[in-house]
C-alpha cells in the first residue's frame, strides 16, 4: 500500500520565496501548455505530454529562471495537464451516461489554485535529523512526526489557505492485485454484513442498532467556522482587515479539517477492522458540494470522508466496502419491505403500517443498506466468478450487470430500482447498472 505522509516544514524567508517563485513559474508553464494543446486541438493537431516535456529545453533557453527548478519538477507539469484531461473525459462520460454533472473543461490556473510541486522521483532526501534536503531549494527543517514506511517514491510541497507549507511524502509499494478467488474466498467466513447508516442525528448507526455521536468539538468548530465566515463577509472585500479575517477563517477551517481528519482516521480503522463486508449508501457527492449550508457540508464532508478512509483500510485489510443505492432507505421497513410515504424527518421512530415493526428511524435503514450490500456482493460475485479472473486496478470496465440491489422481500416496483456505482475494497468496479 502507498501511504502519503503530511509533515509541517518551517522554512525561512529566502526558502519561501524560493517555492513561491518555483510554484508560480510551475503555474505559468501549465498555463501556457494548456493553451497549447487548446490551440493544437482547434488547429486539428494533437499535443501530447511527451511533446511538451521534449520542448522543455526549448523553455528553458527563453526563460532562464527555469534553469533554478530541478528539471523533474518542470517535468511532472504535464502530467498534471493529462491528468487533469483524464479526470475531464471521465466526466464527459459520466455525463453521456446521463449523470447530471458539469463537464468542466480543464481550468487555467490561478494562483490561488496552484499551489503544489512535485518531485516524482529524485532529487530530494530525507536526512538523518528528519529534515529534507531538496534539490534546488536547499535543506527545509521539517517536523516528522511519524517514520515513514516503505520506499519513498515522492515528495510534494504544497501550500494551504494559510500561506504555510507542507511536505507530502508518499512512500510504500503498490498492492498485489486481488484476484476473484481472494475476494470469494471471504464467502466461507463469517461475513459479518454490516449495514451503516450516516445522519445528521446520529453521524452512523450500524444495523446492529449501534449508534456512534459526533464529538462535542465538531459542534464548537462549525459554530467557529460559521462565525469566522460572517466576520469575513462583513469586510470590505481585499481591504486590511478583510485579510485579517480571512486569515482567521482558514486557520479555523484547518483547525476544523485536522479535527475531522484525526476523526474519521480512529472511526474508520474501527470499522474497516470489524467487518468482512462492510455496507454504505453512494453518497451524491455532486449534490453535496453545492449545497451552501455550512453545517451542512461539514457534515457531509465528515461522511464522506468515513467512506473513504474506511474503503482503503478495508481494502489493506482483506475486507469490502461496498456501496448501495440510497433509494428508500429510511422508507422502506426493513422487515416486510413495505415503503411508508409519510415518513417525516422528525420522526426518530419506524413504525411499519403493514408488519407492526416498530425499530429506530436510522438502524432500520441501516438493515435496509446491509440487505442491499449483502444481495449486491452475492450477484456481483457470481457475476465476476463467471466473467473474469482477476480483479483489480487495471480491469476493463465490466459491462451493466442487470440487477436489482434489494433484498428478497422487496416489492416488485422496488425491484425495478437501478443499484448504484460499486466500489469493493478500493477497486472501482464500474457502475452497475
Ligand atoms: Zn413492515
Known amino acids: 500500500m502507498i501511504k502519503a505522509y503530511k509533515f509541517r516544514t518551517y522554512l525561512d524567508k529566502e526558502q519561501i520565496q524560493n517555492l513561491e517563485s518555483t510554484l508560480n513559474a510551475c503555474r505559468e ?23 511538451q516535456v521534449n520542448e522543455i529545453p526549448e523553455v528553458k533557453k527563453a526563460f532562464p529562471e527555469f534553469n533554478n527548478i530541478h528539471s523533474q519538477v518542470i517535468q511532472e507539469v504535464p502530467v498534471r495537464l493529462d491528468k487533469a484531461y483524464d479526470n475531464f473525459y471521465g466526466r464527459v462520460d459520466k455525463k453521456n451516461n ?13 494562483r490561488k489554485r496552484y499551489n ?22 536547499g535543506e527545509i527543517r521539517m517536523f516528522m512526526h511519524r517514520p515513514v514506511d516503505g520506499r519513498i517514491r515522492t515528495l510534494t510541497f504544497k501550500r494551504n489557505g494559510a500561506g504555510e507549507w507542507y511536505a507530502i511524502i508518499t512512500a510504500g509499494d503498490p498492492d498485489k492485485e486481488q484476484t476473484v478467488e481472494d475476494h470469494f474466498s471471504i464467502l466461507n467466513e463469517n461475513m459479518n454484513p454490516t449495514g451503516y447508516d450516516v445522519g445528521l442525528k446520529s453521524l452512523i448507526t450500524d444495523s446492529n442498532g449501534e449508534h456512534t455521536e459526533a464529538p462535542q468539538y465538531f459542534r464548537k468548530s462549525e459554530e467557529r467556522l460559521v462565525r469566522a465566515n460572517r466576520n469575513l463577509s462583513r469586510k470590505k472585500k481585499y481591504s486590511k482587515n478583510w485579510k485579517k479575517a480571512n486569515h482567521r477563517l482558514s486557520r479555523v477551517y484547518r483547525k476544523t479539517v485536522r479535527q475531522r481528519d484525526d476523526y474519521s482516521n480512529k472511526l474508520s480503522r474501527n470499522i474497516a477492522s470489524r467487518n468482512k463486508l462492510i455496507v454504505f449508501e453512494a453518497l451524491n457527492i455532486q449534490g453535496m458540494v453545492r449545497n451552501h449550508h ?19 483500510k478495508a481494502e489493506s485489510a482483506g475486507n469490502i466496502v461496498l456501496l448501495v443505492d440510497p433509494g428508500n432507505t429510511s422508507k422502506m421497513c426493513s422487515k416486510c419491505g413495505n415503503i411508508k410515504k409519510d415518513l417525516k424527518l422528525s420522526d426518530r421512530v419506524y413504525n411499519c403500517d403493514v408488519c407492526g415493526l416498530t425499530i429506530d428511524r436510522d438502524e432500520n435503514a441501516a438493515i435496509n443498506i446491509k440487505n442491499r450490500g449483502l444481495l ?19 480491469t476493463p470496465e465490466f459491462t451493466p450487470v442487470e440487477i436489482g440491489a434489494l433484498p428478497a422481500r422487496a416489492t416488485p416496483r422496488h425491484r425495478s430500482r437501478k443499484p448504484t456505482a460499486l466500489v469493493m475494497g478500493g477497486c472501482h468496479y464500474g457502475d452497475v447498472y
Open 29 to 51: 508553464l501549465y498555463n501556457a501548455m494548456l493553451q497549447q494543446r487548446i490551440y493544437a486541438y482547434r488547429m486539428g493537431k494533437k499535443v501530447t505530454r511527451y511533446s
Open 98 to 110: 446521463g449523470k447530471n454533472i458539469k463537464a468542466g473543461f480543464p481550468r487555467f490556473k490561478s
Open 116 to 137: 503544489s510541486i512535485t518531485y516524482p522521483q529524485s532529487g530530494f532526501k530525507i536526512l538523518e535529523n528528519g529534515h529534507i534536503l531538496a534539490s534546488k531549494i
Open 294 to 312: 455550512l453545517a451542512k457540508s461539514i457534515a457531509d464532508a465528515s461522511w464522506y470522508d468515513i467512506i473513504r478512509k474506511t474503503t482503503y
Open 376 to 394: 449486491l456482493f452475492l450477484y456481483v460475485y457470481v457475476y465476476l466468478h463467471k466473467h473474469f479472473k482477476k480483479v483489480g486496478r487495471g
